[in-house]
């Protein structure tokens, strides 16, 4: 299933950033600048204290530790899932030189002339292509980002007009990463099922084909940072995202916790991981998936590398029995994921209200 938009929708004039930058030195077209309260308050977030930083899940320790170091590292996730929705992975055992050459072909991508990248145009109400994503009215502000997102798994879905034959190592590159990543993915599900004391392989059995999608996301340097985003808060859609940020990168993603923007400090050779929504209705809402944004650099350029993980679009999600209980009562409803993969991309990107779709009592923030 390719969701789609059913009604004609006109966006305006969508710039392109890195051409933007090209052309106007200095100044931000309107559509760029957000209103007041959007704005990102560079100063307020980047003097935090460290300690209030995403914490670091070592997949060694689960995948071949001993009992002891196993049962830390699991308790440590259950708390990272609980409060955070977030954390870096260290020794995940994915190739260095992999997740360097998937760095590579996505920047030489991006430095591509315009009219080469625009070659993989993205619809409006898609997530496939070259452009911007979640744009739906003309008036609706944009992110100071180019992407490139792609579906990739089952091969069903996977549609040879929109890879990229230029760099040449892009299509195999990029297979390799996503079935490391799939991999990687595959070993987290069942450790969060673990550390929810439930069975190992319950998501894998629920999930059917799981489905993955990739997004490049490349945000250039922007003369103003205080006065755009580089991409709008949300959360996602996915079971789990998997998120690299590109070596030697400026800070840039940052996440809602407590009504603060908190930036995440990229640690050398760690993924980033977020619970997604689907996620937070299977375990009513035990683990969370957090809002979180990026932010420009005045004079740096930053490169992130992102992959969905969901189940297959014809599998019924809903909160599973073993989360539900009295003092636990129901907060999602049962819905088809299709129908919320459907809903999430034809919605601009709004914080986490896309989930109100599967509560049952949407004005609630839990
Ligand atoms: O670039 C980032 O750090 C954030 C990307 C992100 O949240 C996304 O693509 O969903
Ligand atoms: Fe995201």
Redesign the pocket.
């Known amino acids: 299933m390719a969701p789609v938009l059913e009604f004609p929708i006109n966006v305006g004039r969508i710039d392109d950033v890195q051409e933007l930058k090209k052309t106007r030195k200095t100044e931000i077209p309107n559509r760029f600048v957000r209103d007041m309260a959007e704005r990102p308050m560079l100063a307020a977030t980047t003097h935090l204290p460290s300690s209030n930083s995403i914490p670091v899940i070592d997949l060694s320790k689960l995948m071949k530790g001993n009992k002891e170091e196993f049962h830390y590292e699991i308790l440590k996730l259950s708390t990272s899932c609980e409060e955070w929705g977030f954390f870096q992975v260290i020794n995940h055992g994915i190739d260095l030189d992999l997740l360097e050459k998937i760095e590579k072909v996505a920047m030489e991508f991006f430095m591509l002339p315009v009219e080469e990248k625009q070659k993989y145009p993205m619809a409006p109400g898609t997530v496939q292509g070259y452009g911007q994503a979640f744009v739906f009215s003309e008036d609706q502000k944009l992110d100071w980002c180019n992407m490139f997102a792609l579906g990739l798994v089952p091969h069903s879905i996977r549609n040879p007009k929109l890879w990229p034959t230029n760099p040449p190592t892009f299509s195999g590159t990029v297979e390799s990463y996503s079935k490391e990543i799939r991999k990687l993915c595959k070993d987290l599900l069942r450790f969060i099922a673990l550390s929810l004391g439930v069975g190992g392989n319950v998501f894998e059995e629920m999930f059917g084909v799981s489905v993955q999608a990739m997004r490049m996301n490349y945000y250039p340097a922007c003369p103003r940072p205080d006065l755009v985003l580089g991409l709008s808060p949300?959360s996602?859609g996915s079971a789990l995202?998997v998120l690299q940020q590109g070596k030697g990168n400026t800070v840039g993603l940052q996440i809602l916790k407590n009504n603060t923007w908190v930036p995440i400090q990229p640690v050398r050779n760690a993924l980033v991981i977020?619970i997604g929504d689907t996620i937070e209705v299977l375990t009513n809402g035990r683990y969370k998936s957090s809002e979180?944004r990026a932010v420009t650099h005045k004079e740096k350029d930053r490169l992130s590398i992102?992959t969905f993980y969901a189940p297959s679009y014809d599998i019924e999600i809903g909160p599973m029995a073993e989360m539900v209980d009295e003092n636990n009562p129901t907060k999602y409803r049962r819905y088809n994921h299709g129908e919320y993969s459907k809903h999430y991309v034809t919605n601009k990107l709004q914080g986490k209200k896309t989930l109100d779709f599967a509560k049952i009592s949407p004005t609630n923030s839990f």
């Open positions: 949300h996602d995202t977020n979180h992102v």
